[in-house]
């Protein structure tokens, strides 16, 4: 089906229950419904937003259009945990709005103050010429659950910058609010541009552009920025970053910058590091990072990307976000080690079972070899392929179940030292996430397996101690 954009902007008001049953059941039904990852309800998810640590739980939600699979009216859903493992849906809906956000609720953030959380995010609004209106808004949660009943404009799109303007972070330092919102100047370059207000409510104001020391594509999306082990980490999205840059694969970016801390009135840097990738894998974009009570700072991202083809598509969802990953600093690079998924009694042998994927694979290397660990079987294989002479490692999904319909390739190369190395490979119903090192290289990416009957197979010039777990399904 194409969707007309009268379709995509139709008020969920249009729509009967029982045609989001419908659409929920496929969902849960799916083989590729994922047992521990975030996952939409139904319809699309794309980026994980309001992340934060409130009320004695974890709060995080989605952008959601919960019609199809489609980016149309986007709403946020809401989850709650305890532990960042074990989510619950909870019936706490961010819906569009008239006047800001009648054409979605798009991304942002939440920051808890006082006893309330603070919410600010994108208002987006479409005019009936074509064009756009994106307004900074903000609304109050609190502890029973209940939201604002009006939306609060915080910040309109600025002079010499396009209606590309979104997504802000909102953040409290040294008694001050300040928030990183992405933007595209009338030039069409990306930038991130940072205010300032003495309380969440406003006035804010525009301190400006953060100085990024290069141009840096043609729009930023989700601008973050985290403490890490006593450095700050920029994390965010280029889009259109020039490849001659920093080299990717996939249609869009998700890069970051350390710095050794942030001079705010200038809008600057300290001693910032190169631009780096967060993920070097398929699907990994629009990583938002929180800062927990105790100063630990955690990521989560959405494991997919705009404009391109899932196979889910033809069952009306799309996406899902990645495991949440802690966050440290190693030798001027981040190392992301995600939380731990309960393992489950069952029994796992990873030499001889099938794989029902929902397991946790180890691999250690005493040498970078070379050969292939391929998971699979004759028809279907998701292989990891070294290359000792070249110093790489070939991920490849090309044959890995339902294609992927994506112009970026099927393969990512990476590249690593001829020690010892160990992988670390969650695997999900329709997702796999490799941790290499302790978590020093990330490489995420989706995949569509549509037979039942995967198993290890090696074939490598060393030999390789494999240990596996069965995990517990959490959804
Ligand atoms: C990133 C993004 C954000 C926007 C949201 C809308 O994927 O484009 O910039 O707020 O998605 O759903």
Redesign the pocket.
């Known amino acids: 089906k194409t969707w007309t954009s009268k379709e995509r902007y139709a008020p969920y008001a249009s729509y009967s229950p029982a045609e989001l049953e419908c659409l929920q059941k496929r969902q849960a039904g799916s083989i590729w419904h994922l047992n521990y990852h975030i996952q939409p309800q139904s319809g699309l998810l794309?980026?994980p937003n309001g992340f934060a640590y409130f009320n004695q739980r974890w709060y995080l939600a989605y952008?959601n259009f919960p019609f199809g699979a489609v980016?149309g009216l986007?709403s946020w859903h809401y989850l709650s945990s305890p532990d960042l493992v074990h989510w619950r849906e909870e019936d706490l809906f961010l819906e569009p709005q008239s006047p800001y956000s009648t054409h979605?609720v798009?991304?942002?953030s939440a920051l808890p103050i006082d006893d309330q959380l603070f919410l600010m995010?994108?208002g987006?609004v479409r005019t009936p010429d074509g064009g756009r209106i994106s307004t900074q808004v903000g609304n109050w949660l609190d502890q029973d659950q209940h939201l604002g009943t009006q939306e609060i404009p915080l910040i309109k799109q600025p002079a010499g910058y396009t209606a590309n303007f979104?997504?802000p972070q909102i953040l409290f330092v040294d008694g001050q609010y300040y928030a990183l919102i992405?933007a595209q100047t009338q030039s069409q370059k990306g930038a991130i541009l940072l205010y300032q207000a003495a309380k969440p409510t406003g006035p804010w104001n525009l301190i400006g552009p953060l100085d990024l020391g290069e141009d840096l594509g043609f729009m930023i999306?989700?601008p973050n920025l985290a403490f890490v082990d006593g450095q700050v980490a920029l994390i965010f999205?280029p889009q259109g970053l020039d490849r001659t840059q920093v080299p990717y694969a996939n249609i869009y970016p998700n890069m970051y910058l350390l710095a050794d801390g942030i001079d705010w009135q200038q809008a600057k840097l300290i001693n910032p590091c190169p631009l780096q990738n967060f993920d070097e894998g398929f699907d990994c974009?629009?990583t938002q990072v929180v800062n927990g009570p105790h100063k630990e700072s955690y990521a989560i991202s959405?494991l997919s990307l705009?404009e391109i083809v899932y196979p889910t598509d033809q069952e009306d969802w799309q996406g899902c976000l990645s495991l949440v990953k802690q966050l440290h600093l190693q030798n001027g690079k981040l190392i992301q080690v995600p939380v731990t998924i309960p393992t489950s009694s069952e029994k796992f042998d990873p030499l001889h079972d099938k794989l029902r994927f929902n397991e946790v694979l180890t691999f250690d290397l005493k040498t970078l070899p070379t050969g292939t660990i391929t998971l699979g079987n004759s028809t279907e294989q998701l292989s990891f392929q070294f290359q000792a002479d070249q110093k790489t490692l070939t991920i490849d999904r090309q044959q890995a179940g339902q294609a992927i319909i994506s112009d970026y390739g099927d393969t990512r190369t990476i590249a690593l030292d001829s020690g010892a190395h160990q992988l670390k490979l969650w695997l999900d119903a329709s997702s796999f996430e490799l941790f290499l090192d302790g978590g020093q290289k990330v490489v995420s990416g989706r995949f569509f397996p549509t037979t039942n009957d995967w198993r290890i197979q090696t074939q490598l010039n060393i030999s390789v101690k494999i240990t596996g777990q069965r995990l517990q399904k959490i959804f």
């Open positions: 794309n980026d952008q980016h986007k979605g798009y991304s942002g995010y994108t987006n979104r997504d992405g999306e989700c999205c974009y629009a959405w705009p």
